[in-house]
Structures are given as C-alpha cells and as structure tokens.
C-alpha cells in the first residue's frame, strides 16, 4: 500500500512531523516497509575522484582509471576523454544505469582487454549541454567533501509504503490509514462533504443480477456519464498515479485507481457505446471466454461471476475487465460500475484463472460494502470535472441487504487477556474513533460493527483494537515460573540429542540437507517404497520427498570432493518419508566416509576406509549409547544401494524385529554413475524409530557389579572352518560353551590360502577364562578347552587346527 | 672387634668412591660372596670366646647391613645414570607431526535448537515433536486459517496431491493443534522442526527451521507472553539487558498478535543485538484465539493463553554472524567446518549456552 503522506492529509488534520506519523504507524499494526523518495533513472550518477589515470595497455587513446566513488575499494573505469586525469573530480555511472542522451543501458564490459565497471561522464552524456569534449570537470573546493553524493537532487516526494495484513482491508485506503490514526489521536479525521452531486435523468442502461446459487456479486451500484473527452490527467493527479509507482494512462482510468487507493473502493469504467443493451451479471458457462484488460484470453468455467450483456461476457466481476468494452481516448460515454462482490468467489475465480489484479487483492480481503455510492460520487465528480459530460442518477441494484454485525463486549475481556485495564470510557472512545456504534450497559458494551471491517467478528478483535490503539507497551512484562509439567525431553528426544553428538565425536561433520532431493538419485535408494512427489517443486531437481538420508549426502559429499576434499566424514540426522500421510516418515542418521583413514604420512602407511571403519564408528555410538555390545546381532543381508558382499545389518538382539541400522560400502555402480571421484566410500545409517528401547533408566538397567580377583587364564584355538561359517557363530558357540567362565573371545587371525583347502579358512581365537568362586587349576582348563573343542567341531563341522 | 671396624670403613670408602658397575660387582663378591669377608668372619664366630660372642656377632650383622645398604645405594646410583644416559640418545623431534585426527562438528542449527530447548526448560517447557508432511486441518483450517483466506497466500505451500489435501508444514504451529488435540490443559510446550515454504533467493531458503512455543493455562496473558520472550531472548543473546518491541500485526491463529522487534546496532561491521536504535523483528506471536482452541476441544472461556514462533536459523545467523541463510543447507565441508560446533559443548545452564 503506497502513498505519499501529503494525500493521507487530505484525510487527516495532523501538525505531527513525517516521523512521528511514521513511528505511530507502526506501533498500530500498518507496518512501514519504507518511506523513500522513488528511485530515478538519475540516482546512479554519482560524484567521484580519479585516483589514478594510467595509459590503456592496449590502445593510444585509452586511459585506464581508478576511480574512488565513496566506496571501499576503488572501481576501475576505461575512459576516452582527453581531460581524465588524476584528481579531477567528475561524475561517475554505474553498470546499469541508462545514459540520458543515447538511452543506451552500462553494462559491465571489456574494452579492448580491460574491463570497465561503468563510465565517467561528460555534459552532453546527461544532457546538460553540449559539450561532448571530455568528462564534466567538477569544482573539487565544492565537491571534495561528496564524493559518492549523487549528484542529482531527487525532489520527487517520498512514498511512504505499508504492509497491510491481510485482515485489515480498509487499511488498503487512504482514508482507512488516517482514521486509525485519529483514533490513536495523532490528528482528526476529516468529514466528507459531498456536495449534491448535479445528476441528470436516468442511468437507461438496464442493470439486473442473476439470482442463482453461488452468485458472487451481492450488489451493482452504476451511473452513465455522458459526452466526455478522456483527456489526460492533469498534473495533481499524474503526480498522484506516479506515487503509486504506476503509469498515468487517461483522466478516466487515472480517476478510478484513484478512487480505488483513496477510499479502498475498487471501480469500473465501460465505453458504454460498446454495451450491447444491457448489464446483466450472472454465473459464467462452462467455456464461456473473453479477451481481459491484460490482452489474455481466459476461458471460465462454470459458475464464475461474469458482467455480462446480450453479447456475452465483458469481464470478471471485481477481478478485470474485458477489452470489448474498455475505455480508450475517444471514448465519449461510459459507464461507471461500483459493486460488491463476495470475497471467496472473487478468490475461488482468480486462484483458477491465476489473475492478480489490485481489484481482486481488495475484493478478496473484503471492500466496504456500504461504499457503492461515496466511490461512485467521488470518481463521477472528478470526471465531470475533468473530461466534462452529463453525470445520469446513481443505479443500484442488489440481491441483498446489508447489516451491520453486533457484539456484545465484555469489558474484562480486555484485562484477562492483556493483563492490564483501561478505563470504561477510553475504551469507548477507542472504538467510537474507529468507527464503531456504542452502547454501554453496565459491563457490558453493545458494538455496532463498521460495514468497512469485516474481519471483526467476535469479542476477541475487539480486545486487539483496544491494545492496539492503546499501544503494546502498556503490557507488562510478568516473569516467567519456572514450574514444569513434565521433563523437557522424552526417551526418543534424549537418544536423538545423545546419538547426533556421539556420531559427531567420531570425527563426523553434521550437516542439514532439504527433506527433498532429485528423483534420480533418489531412485538409487528407494527400494520398494514409493516415491513422493512434491507438485509445485522449487525446482525439477528437487522434486520428491527423500526415501533415505544418502542421496543429499552423496550428492553434497561429491560437490565436496569436487571441491579437492579426499578424506571427508559427513552425517545428517533427519526425517526420510516412506508415504504421503503424516507421520509415514522415519527418523535416521546417515554417516559417509570418504577417502583413506589414513594418508601416507611419516609414521603410517596409507590406508583406504573401509566397511570395518564404518561398523566400528557404528557399534561404538551403539555401545556409547548404552546398548550391549554382546547382544548385538549382525546379519549380511542388506539393502541395494549396499555393496553386496561389504555390508551388513545389526539388531540390537537376534530376536529383534527390525534391525536398527545398516553399514558397508556403497555400491560401486552408485559411485561411478554419480561420478563420484573417491578411493573408497563407504557408510552407516541408523532407524531412531527402530531401536525399541525399554522405558528403564540406563541406571535401572546395570546389572549388578561383580568381579573376580582369582587368577585369569587365556588359551588360544586355531579352528579350519567353511568359508560360509560366520565367525559371530563361531564366538556365540564358544561363549555358550560356560557363560559363567568363559569371559571373552577376540579373533586375532583369520586365514585364507596356503595350506588351506579352497573352500575354508582358519580362524584363530584368544579365549579368556576366569572363575568367579575359585582358582582354576590346570585340569579345569584342559576340561574347558575340550569341550570348545568338542563344541565348535560339533556345531560348526569345524576342524581344530593342529 | 678393630679388624671389623676397619674392614668396614675401608669398603664402605670404595663403594663410595667407586661409580662403575664392574667393580661394584667386584667389592660385592669380596664382600658377600661364599668365601667372602664377611662369610669368613662369621666362621670365626666359633673360635670366640663365649662371653664377647654375642657382641661380636651383634657387630658383625649391624656393619654387614651397612655395607649392604651401601652397596645397593651404589647400583641405583649407577643405574639411574645409566638409564639417563641412554634416555639423552631417544630424544625425539617432538615437533614432528602427531598422528592425525579428525574433529566432528556439530551443525549451528542443531546447536541453536539444544540452546532453545536448554533455555524454555529452565521455564518448565518440554518438547514436542510433529511430522514434516501434514494434512491441509492441522496446516491451515484448524489454525483459523480457511481454504478462502487470503492469509494462505502468505504461505507458499508444497503440495504433494493434486487435491492439496497434504503438504510440507508451512509452520510448526501444526504441533500446537496435535499436542492439544492429544491432551488435556495445561500445555506448556516448544516445538522446534523443519518447516517449508516454496520460495528461494537469497534470504528464503524452501526449507528453514521454527520453534513453535504454546502455553495453555487458567490466566495466561499477555504480560505472560511478554515475560516469557524477554527471558528467551535475554538468554539466547547472553546478555544481561534486551531492547525488545511488541508490535501489533496478524496472524489468523492468535488475536491479539504481535510481531516483536530487538533493537541492534552494527559496530566495526559486527551486529551487536541489545543496544542501538535499529530494529530488527525475530519473531511472531499472540494469543491463542478462540476459534483453535475450540477446534481442538479446548473451552476458550476456561483456558486461554500464548504462542509464539520463532525462526531459529535467523537468530543462529544473529547470534555467530552468519550472513547468509541458504549457506546453513548446501553442505559446504569448509563452511561446516568453520561454523559447527564440538559435539563436547552440549549447551547447558550450568555450563553457559555458549563457550
């Protein structure tokens, strides 16, 4: 909503400075976006100094200037006047700025290998003169002091522009800004005076409004003005039109925005000689079309609100008009239309077509509906005014009545919600400023809602047009208790926060990625879920909801390594999505590594990472994580996007459903069809909503503390075993073998090769034995032993390794 | 008795004087060995009269343990000299490199929302969570915004269904409808998430991050609001004065609303939030109008009470100079690097916020 504070006068009788009317503003709820002077095509000239003036490698003619324009840095500027020099000050244009003389637009260029950001000016450049010789020569006692000033004034008056909320419609004119204002008390609002408007016979183009179901337009006010000229607007009001950052076109149109800003009443003008017969406004027909104002042709569907006569449709009621019966320069007869048409028509119809026009912003946020005749009496005297011709008697059909809401205020309303009271009688006044009836009894007010405000509906806004006006910093500032009602976070919650940390304590970097990626890489890890397109997306690479955390990841990680990282460890913590439904989403950690664990340095080998690096940073946060590292069950199958042969998948116990989280190598096709330049990638990823925690506390979970201090014993065991054969069987059969005795079992070699049959491998195994109730003598041991022995070839057809 | 005594002082002035490992072994054979000095005087302990036996031998075994003590003095020193000469030649150019190591970093919007949550706790707030897909209820109609509200098109939506029955939350108000929805008042909530809206340049990123902020109770008003936010915002920053402005907007599910502005000013190119008599707005807010709470079971004349949403990677941006929002999305390892934070500096009250 833009407009200068010279026309809100015209509105308000205020001796209040600019700023004071400014701030008030603000602190009412119409928030100043700005309040500038509108830029010219003149405000890129600025003053500015040579600081240097060197010859033009490349050219006799050319010199290559410094400039100094009041910024930072200085700008370099390629120059062909003879008087360039260093020192002189002239005026500088920046790139883009269009050269008054030739209209020509700057850019940023190249003349003859150097580059130029812009151009030094001479007289004839601005059209200030004729002189074309060399650059303008600027007094430097006058302008020492302005370098970077522009060098032309701006005299044009600033445009104040508000943001008007979407619930304040009468706000989107001027009259609307300057009665909350008075309300606040920062002037008085000024009466209207309409003087008789001299009317003459009657308006005999024949207006009727369809009744039917849905019908959009609830009343049709109009007069016909007669033998007009449509001359261009005088000086006030181009100025006026300007302001509002628009192009003056003729008196006619020029007078109806106008009136359309000043009051917040949208009008229309038809050539009424282009009417056939009559007005009839009506639903639209399935397929109807016209040729709109925009010179677009829109074809309606059915039940869209349409003016209309015997011809078919002219335009869209209260969004835009036709071009059949638009007023153009020899227009001698129009009509003038002023009607109210239903908000969530206008909205329906526009959203459909998708036409923006300042007619249906205003609609659809609600036009006075009472105003069919202070808009057309404005807008009809000023035409008479200006383009002369015989103003008929003011039509007005409608379908309906309009009435006034009432409310019942309660006045301790106002301090249960806003903590504070204000007494009785400024509240009525208050609301009387803003336009509304009044009526005390006892506490309780009786409100006669204003026709201009119908986002008012019930006691509630009534307590936000008090506090408003009675401004905000009246509330009190209450401390807050800090009572609680239950613990800040939940079991999930504190496992999130524990589990981001502890993946980032592994040396990984957290990131945040969109929940949205490229379909295409997506599809490398979709699986079987489906896909979620998004409709509207930001952009075609970004159009489906993420199945899994990888493929941002992977598509950021090669952004990086393109960037000349090698060794890079990423991880997110986010949501994936498995369906369109809320909540069909899961909550994951995705982890990659990229590159060598270690690079060839003066103590180590180099090494690549590998799927080991990936499980030990996994089962870490795990084991960190308070879960038991014995119970963990691992299983080699795993999704697609894995290296089949280097992945794997863990439970938190072999009985367990679901597994809480996958790692291995990605799959080398992913990689070279991402073209993704590493020496090994590999990953882990963890399903939140997976890990079926128990409701006990970590602590409640601690068995209690046992040890032993007699003497513990280690024997080593080399076993030839089937390639198949996992060795986590291997240890379970072991372990199971004495739980009570056998404490640990580490796999210190596994073999594959020489002296090894084809099909097998050795796996050696150090196993720690201690009792808890007695020190084992040597006969206990060799039992023990036995029966590993015994157990292991058993139960897994190995063979011990003599 | 004299021949002991001379004996005595004699080794003992050897070991004394003698700093070499061979002959130190060599004073312990003639001493200690089998047929040793003081083995052969033990032998004589036959031949002595009875009466002076008994000193005799009392004399014998006190000088025998001195020269022990002695000589064991003498291998210690010599070995300390021994392991200290040897140490001079491991000296190490300890100015080589260490082994490597990488540092993780925790990303500044996880941070800020751990400093939020760090901070409503200390006020009795827990948090909720809601899904990132919503239907178009909880999104919009249930927060008194209906299909027909020109307040929509405030909101840029992504849909996912032609009928635009689900969509990306555009706010994190949605959790506010499910969390009263699925309890009974009191609420006293904050609800941080991902929120979108289909807009991108260069200060709109398509996806952002919100802490919702709901308390529902008896006689929560304004002044409570007011308190609750100068608190927060008095915490976040760590500073020990706020300037802060209520000012009067609208939001279709809070009556009144208020958009709240802290002052700033900019020194050495550095904004310094607190002081100065520029403005910047940081959050929206308001009572909780009686059309939600009705929609979500809740009787407006009983219970009444606040919201507020707060944009979390814009004051992560104020709060570590961040300039530029889309930079906190697209993964740079350099930018993650320099802005992240220690896993280790979990925020906290008693720790400070930040380091």
Same mark, same amino acid.
């Given at each position: 909503?833009?407009?200068?504070?010279?026309?809100?006068?015209?509105?308000?009788?205020?001796?209040?400075?600019?700023?004071?009317?400014?701030?008030?503003?603000?602190?009412?709820?119409?928030?100043?976006?700005?309040?500038?002077?509108?830029?010219?095509?003149?405000?890129?000239?600025?003053?500015?100094?040579?600081?240097?003036?060197?010859?033009?490698?490349?050219?006799?003619?050319?010199?290559?200037?410094?400039?100094?324009?009041?910024?930072?840095?200085?700008?370099?500027?390629?120059?062909?006047?003879?008087?360039?020099?260093?020192?002189?000050?002239?005026?500088?244009?920046?790139?883009?700025?269009?050269?008054?003389?030739?209209?020509?637009?700057?850019?940023?260029?190249?003349?003859?290998?150097?580059?130029?950001?812009?151009?030094?000016?001479?007289?004839?450049?601005?059209?200030?003169?004729?002189?074309?010789?060399?650059?303008?020569?600027?007094?430097?006692?006058?302008?020492?002091?302005?370098?970077?000033?522009?060098?032309?004034?701006?005299?044009?008056?600033?445009?104040?522009?508000?943001?008007?909320?979407?619930?304040?419609?009468?706000?989107?004119?001027?009259?609307?800004?300057?009665?909350?204002?008075?309300?606040?008390?920062?002037?008085?609002?000024?009466?209207?005076?309409?003087?008789?408007?001299?009317?003459?016979?009657?308006?005999?183009?024949?207006?009727?409004?369809?009744?039917?179901?849905?019908?959009?337009?609830?009343?049709?006010?109009?007069?016909?003005?007669?033998?007009?000229?449509?001359?261009?607007?005088?000086?006030?009001?181009?100025?006026?039109?300007?302001?509002?950052?628009?192009?003056?076109?003729?008196?006619?149109?020029?007078?109806?925005?106008?009136?359309?800003?000043?009051?917040?009443?949208?009008?229309?003008?038809?050539?009424?000689?282009?009417?056939?017969?009559?007005?009839?406004?009506?639903?639209?027909?399935?397929?109807?079309?016209?040729?709109?104002?925009?010179?677009?042709?829109?074809?309606?569907?059915?039940?869209?609100?349409?003016?209309?006569?015997?011809?078919?449709?002219?335009?869209?009621?209260?969004?835009?008009?036709?071009?059949?019966?638009?007023?153009?320069?020899?227009?001698?007869?129009?009509?003038?239309?002023?009607?109210?048409?239903?908000?969530?028509?206008?909205?329906?119809?526009?959203?459909?077509?998708?036409?923006?026009?300042?007619?249906?912003?205003?609609?659809?946020?609600?036009?006075?509906?009472?105003?069919?005749?202070?808009?057309?009496?404005?807008?009809?005297?000023?035409?008479?005014?200006?383009?002369?011709?015989?103003?008929?008697?003011?039509?007005?059909?409608?379908?309906?009545?309009?009435?006034?809401?009432?409310?019942?205020?309660?006045?301790?309303?106002?301090?249960?919600?806003?903590?504070?009271?204000?007494?009785?009688?400024?509240?009525?006044?208050?609301?009387?400023?803003?336009?509304?009836?009044?009526?005390?009894?006892?506490?309780?007010?009786?409100?006669?809602?204003?026709?201009?405000?119908?986002?008012?509906?019930?006691?509630?806004?009534?307590?936000?047009?008090?506090?408003?006006?009675?401004?905000?910093?009246?509330?009190?500032?209450?401390?807050?208790?800090?009572?609680?009602?239950?613990?800040?976070?939940?079991?999930?919650?504190?496992?999130?926060?524990?589990?981001?940390?502890?993946?980032?304590?592994?040396?990984?970097?957290?990131?945040?990625?969109?929940?949205?990626?490229?379909?295409?890489?997506?599809?490398?890890?979709?699986?079987?879920?489906?896909?979620?397109?998004?409709?509207?997306?930001?952009?075609?690479?970004?159009?489906?909801?993420?199945?899994?955390?990888?493929?941002?990841?992977?598509?950021?990680?090669?952004?990086?390594?393109?960037?000349?990282?090698?060794?890079?460890?990423?991880?997110?913590?986010?949501?994936?999505?498995?369906?369109?439904?809320?909540?069909?989403?899961?909550?994951?950690?995705?982890?990659?590594?990229?590159?060598?664990?270690?690079?060839?340095?003066?103590?180590?080998?180099?090494?690549?990472?590998?799927?080991?690096?990936?499980?030990?940073?996994?089962?870490?946060?795990?084991?960190?994580?308070?879960?038991?590292?014995?119970?963990?069950?691992?299983?080699?199958?795993?999704?697609?996007?894995?290296?089949?042969?280097?992945?794997?998948?863990?439970?938190?116990?072999?009985?367990?459903?679901?597994?809480?989280?996958?790692?291995?190598?990605?799959?080398?096709?992913?990689?070279?069809?991402?073209?993704?330049?590493?020496?090994?990638?590999?990953?882990?990823?963890?399903?939140?909503?997976?890990?079926?925690?128990?409701?006990?506390?970590?602590?409640?979970?601690?068995?209690?503390?046992?040890?032993?201090?007699?003497?513990?014993?280690?024997?080593?065991?080399?076993?030839?075993? !089937? @390639?198949?054969? =996992?060795?986590? $069987? +291997?240890? #379970? %059969?072991?372990?199971?073998?004495?739980?009570?005795?056998? &404490?640990?079992?580490?796999?210190?070699?596994?073999?594959?090769?020489?002296?090894?049959?084809?099909?097998?491998?050795?796996?050696?195994?150090?196993?720690?034995?201690?009792?808890? !109730? @007695?020190?084992? =003598?040597?006969? $206990? +041991?060799? #039992? %023990?032993?036995?029966?590993?022995?015994?157990?292991?070839? &058993?139960?897994?057809?190995?063979?011990?390794?003599? | 008795?004299?021949?002991?005594?001379?004996?005595?002082?004699?080794?003992?002035?050897?070991?004394?004087?003698?700093?070499?490992?061979?002959?130190?072994?060599?004073?312990?054979?003639?001493?200690?060995?089998?047929?040793?000095?003081?083995?052969?005087?033990?032998?004589?302990?036959?031949?002595?009269?009875?009466?002076?036996?008994?000193?005799?031998?009392?004399?014998?075994?006190?000088?025998?343990?001195?020269?022990?003590?002695?000589?064991?003095?003498?291998?210690?020193?010599?070995?300390?000299?021994?392991?200290?000469?040897?140490?001079?030649?491991?000296?190490?150019?300890?100015?080589?490199?260490?082994?490597?190591?990488?540092?993780?970093?925790?990303?500044?919007?996880?941070?800020?929302?751990?400093?939020?949550?760090?901070?409503?706790?200390?006020?009795?707030?827990?948090?909720?969570?809601?899904?990132?897909?919503?239907?178009?209820?909880?999104?919009?109609?249930?927060?008194?915004?209906?299909?027909?509200?020109?307040?929509?098109?405030?909101?840029?939506?992504?849909?996912?269904?032609?009928?635009?029955?689900?969509?990306?939350?555009?706010?994190?108000?949605?959790?506010?409808?499910?969390?009263?929805?699925?309890?009974?008042?009191?609420?006293?909530?904050?609800?941080?998430?991902?929120?979108?809206?289909?807009?991108?340049?260069?200060?709109?990123?398509?996806?952002?991050?919100?802490?919702?902020?709901?308390?529902?109770?008896?006689?929560?008003?304004?002044?409570?609001?007011?308190?609750?936010?100068?608190?927060?915002?008095?915490?976040?920053?760590?500073?020990?004065?706020?300037?802060?402005?209520?000012?009067?907007?609208?939001?279709?599910?809070?009556?009144?609303?208020?958009?709240?502005?802290?002052?700033?000013?900019?020194?050495?190119?550095?904004?310094?939030?607190?002081?100065?008599?520029?403005?910047?707005?940081?959050?929206?807010?308001?009572?909780?109008?009686?059309?939600?709470?009705?929609?979500?079971?809740?009787?407006?004349?009983?219970?009444?009470?606040?919201?507020?949403?707060?944009?979390?990677?814009?004051?992560?941006?104020?709060?570590?100079?961040?300039?530029?929002?889309?930079?906190?999305?697209?993964?740079?390892?350099?930018?993650?690097?320099?802005?992240?934070?220690?896993?280790?500096?979990?925020?906290?009250?008693?720790?400070?916020?930040?380091?």
């Amino acid at each position: 909503m833009k407009f200068t504070i010279q026309w809100l006068k015209e509105h308000l009788d205020t001796k209040l400075s600019d700023e004071k009317i400014i701030e008030k503003l603000t602190f009412i709820g119409l928030e100043v976006e700005s309040f500038e002077s509108i830029s010219s095509e003149f405000d890129n000239f600025k003053v500015a100094k040579i600081v240097s003036a060197e010859q033009h490698p490349n050219a006799d003619r050319l010199k290559v200037c410094d400039v100094d324009i009041g910024q930072k840095n200085t700008i370099k500027v390629v120059c062909g006047a003879p008087n360039a020099k260093k020192d002189l000050i002239t005026i500088y244009a920046s790139p883009g700025t269009i050269i008054p003389k030739n209209k020509m637009k700057l850019s940023i260029s190249k003349i003859r290998g150097v580059t130029s950001h812009g151009m030094l000016c001479s007289e004839s450049e601005l059209n200030i003169s004729n002189e074309s010789d060399g650059i303008i020569e600027l007094s430097s006692k006058k302008y020492q002091n302005k370098i970077g000033n522009k060098y032309f004034k701006n005299n044009s008056p600033k445009i104040l522009d508000l943001s008007i909320t979407p619930n304040r419609p009468d706000c989107l004119g001027v009259r609307g800004v300057a009665r909350d204002l008075a309300a606040a008390g920062y002037g008085k609002l000024k009466k209207i005076n309409y003087k008789k408007l001299k009317s003459d016979g009657s308006q005999d183009i024949k207006v009727s409004i369809k009744k039917e179901k849905y019908q959009g337009c609830n009343s049709f006010g109009s007069c016909l003005i007669k033998g007009i000229k449509n001359v261009e607007s005088p000086q006030w009001l181009k100025n006026k039109i300007i302001s509002l950052g628009q192009k003056p076109i003729s008196a006619v149109v020029d007078i109806t925005n106008y009136v359309m800003i000043d009051l917040n009443r949208p009008l229309h003008a038809y050539d009424a000689d282009k009417i056939d017969k009559e007005i009839i406004v009506r639903n639209s027909k399935e397929g109807e079309s016209f040729e709109a104002l925009d010179n677009k042709k829109y074809t309606l569907e059915k039940d869209m609100c349409v003016i209309s006569d015997r011809s078919g449709v002219l335009g869209l009621g209260g969004i835009i008009g036709g071009t059949r019966s638009g007023t153009e320069e020899y227009t001698k007869n129009i009509l003038l239309e002023s009607a109210y048409f239903d908000p969530s028509s206008i909205r329906k119809t526009s959203k459909k077509l998708n036409i923006e026009t300042d007619a249906k912003f205003r609609f659809e946020r609600g036009i006075d509906p009472q105003s069919n005749l202070d808009g057309i009496e404005k807008a009809a005297k000023l035409i008479q005014q200006i383009c002369g011709g015989k103003i008929s008697r003011f039509n007005n059909q409608k379908i309906k009545n309009f009435k006034n809401n009432n409310i019942k205020f309660e006045i301790h309303l106002f301090d249960r919600i806003t903590g504070f009271e204000i007494k009785t009688k400024e509240i009525i006044k208050i609301l009387s400023d803003l336009g509304f009836g009044t009526k005390l009894k006892k506490n309780i007010i009786s409100l006669e809602i204003p026709s201009w405000r119908p986002d008012i509906t019930q006691p509630i806004d009534i307590v936000e047009e008090i506090v408003r006006i009675k401004g905000y910093d009246h509330i009190k500032t209450i401390d807050p208790e800090k009572t609680r009602l239950k613990p800040t976070l939940n079991k999930t919650q504190k496992l999130f926060h524990f589990l981001q940390r502890s993946v980032a304590s592994k040396g990984y970097v957290e990131t945040v990625t969109w929940s949205f990626t490229d379909e295409k890489i997506n599809n490398y890890f979709r699986e079987n879920k489906h896909q979620i397109n998004i409709i509207n997306p930001i952009s075609s690479d970004l159009n489906v909801l993420r199945s899994s955390i990888f493929p941002n990841l992977v598509f950021y990680l090669k952004k990086n390594i393109d960037r000349g990282f090698r060794d890079i460890s990423l991880f997110e913590i986010g949501p994936t999505f498995y369906g369109k439904e809320p909540g069909e989403q899961l909550t994951v950690i995705g982890a990659l590594r990229s590159g060598k664990a270690i690079r060839s340095n003066w103590l180590e080998k180099d090494r690549n990472i590998d799927v080991y690096d990936s499980k030990r940073d996994l089962v870490q946060t795990l084991v960190e994580a308070g879960f038991n590292k014995e119970k963990l069950y691992f299983v080699d199958e795993t999704p697609s996007y894995y290296h089949p042969g280097k992945s794997g998948k863990v439970y938190l116990s072999k009985t367990d459903k679901n597994p809480i989280a996958f790692f291995g190598e990605i799959h080398p096709n992913i990689i070279k069809n991402l073209e993704i330049n590493t020496d090994s990638l590999v990953c882990f990823e963890i399903y939140l909503d997976h890990i079926n925690d128990t409701t006990r506390k970590l602590r409640e979970r601690k068995s209690s503390f046992q040890y032993s201090d007699y003497q513990k014993s280690e024997r080593d065991f080399a076993f030839i075993v !089937d @390639k198949k054969i =996992k060795v986590q $069987d +291997l240890v #379970n %059969i072991i372990s199971s073998v004495d739980k009570n005795l056998i &404490k640990s079992v580490n796999v210190f070699d596994v073999y594959e090769g020489a002296n090894i049959p084809l099909d097998k491998k050795s796996i050696a195994l150090n196993v720690n034995i201690q009792s808890s !109730d @007695k020190a084992l =003598k040597e006969n $206990d +041991l060799d #039992n %023990i032993s036995n029966l590993i022995i015994s157990e292991v070839e &058993k139960r897994s057809g190995a063979k011990i390794r003599s | 008795m004299s021949d002991i005594k001379k004996i005595k002082d004699e080794y003992l002035a050897k070991i004394n004087n003698n700093h070499n490992l061979d002959n130190l072994n060599q004073i312990k054979s003639e001493l200690f060995g089998k047929n040793g000095i003081i083995a052969l005087e033990f032998k004589k302990i036959g031949s002595i009269s009875a009466n002076e036996k008994k000193q005799f031998a009392t004399n014998l075994n006190l000088i025998k343990d001195e020269l022990q003590i002695a000589l064991n003095k003498g291998f210690k020193t010599i070995e300390a000299k021994e392991i200290n000469s040897k140490l001079q030649n491991e000296k190490l150019d300890i100015t080589l490199p260490e082994r490597n190591f990488n540092q993780g970093k925790v990303h500044p919007v996880s941070q800020v929302i751990d400093e939020i949550s760090s901070i409503f706790s200390e006020i009795g707030f827990s948090v909720e969570e809601g899904p990132d897909v919503e239907n178009e209820y909880n999104n919009f109609t249930a927060l008194n915004t209906p299909d027909n509200h020109p307040a929509r098109d405030m909101h840029d939506t992504f849909y996912l269904d032609k009928k635009k029955e689900y969509l990306l939350r555009t706010h994190t108000s949605p959790v506010q409808v499910r969390t009263m929805n699925n309890g009974k008042p009191p609420f006293k909530i904050i609800a941080p998430g991902r929120t979108y809206r289909s807009d991108s340049d260069q200060t709109h990123a398509p996806m952002f991050h919100q802490v919702e902020g709901l308390h529902i109770d008896k006689n929560i008003n304004m002044g409570h609001l007011k308190g609750c936010l100068n608190y927060f915002i008095k915490e976040f920053f760590e500073v020990k004065k706020i300037k802060m402005r209520f000012r009067p907007s609208h939001f279709p599910f809070t009556e009144p609303s208020a958009e709240v502005d802290i002052g700033y000013e900019i020194k050495d190119g550095n904004i310094v939030i607190g002081e100065g008599d520029k403005w910047l707005e940081i959050l929206g807010c308001g009572m909780v109008h009686p059309n939600v709470l009705k929609n979500v079971k809740v009787d407006p004349k009983k219970y009444q009470g606040y919201a507020f949403g707060i944009g979390i990677d814009r004051l992560g941006m104020l709060k570590y100079g961040i300039n530029d929002l889309r930079a906190f999305f697209e993964t740079d390892y350099r930018w993650l690097n320099h802005f992240g934070f220690d896993p280790l500096d979990v925020p906290s009250n008693y720790r400070g916020l930040s380091r």
